[in-house]
């Protein structure tokens, strides 16, 4: 697992993904430090090690990336641990489109296509 706080090119991510589900990987993107936590096998493996590191667990969201898709298909808004009631987010998926926004800056600033 591998905690992102600067750039990772797309052919680490591609790597990652074959050496674990094959054609995506999962991320958790901490939306105040603006970094992203890669590679573990569930999204909350990823939540736990950002926690350690200092995140804050209202600011973390689970997403998958497809290195080999682009557009609307390279990030997909799918976790568990996206389920935050406190929060207004009742879904697995990202219901607030400024913090959907907020994700995929900062997934475009860190993954160097």
């Keep these: 697992m591998k905690i992102i706080r600067d750039k990772i090119k797309l052919c680490e991510l591609r790597e990652i993904a074959q050496n674990m589900f094959g054609n995506f990987v999962k991320a958790v993107v901490d ?3 603006e970094l992203i936590a890669f590679g573990g096998e ?8 950002l ?5 804050k667990q209202e600011n973390l969201w689970g997403i998958n990336i497809y290195p080999d ?3 609307d298909e390279f990030i997909e808004f799918d976790s568990m641990i996206n389920i935050k009631p406190s929060k207004g ?10 913090i959907k926004e907020k994700i995929i800056r900062i997934v475009n600033s860190l993954v160097e296509k």
């Design 42 to 49: 569930l999204h909350s493996d990823e939540e736990e090690a």
């Design 31 to 33: 939306m105040d430090k």
């Design 69 to 71: 898709k682009s557009g």
């Design 89 to 98: 987010n009742r879904s697995r998926g990202v219901d607030d489109p400024k």
């Design 51 to 55: 926690l350690e590191d200092g995140s």
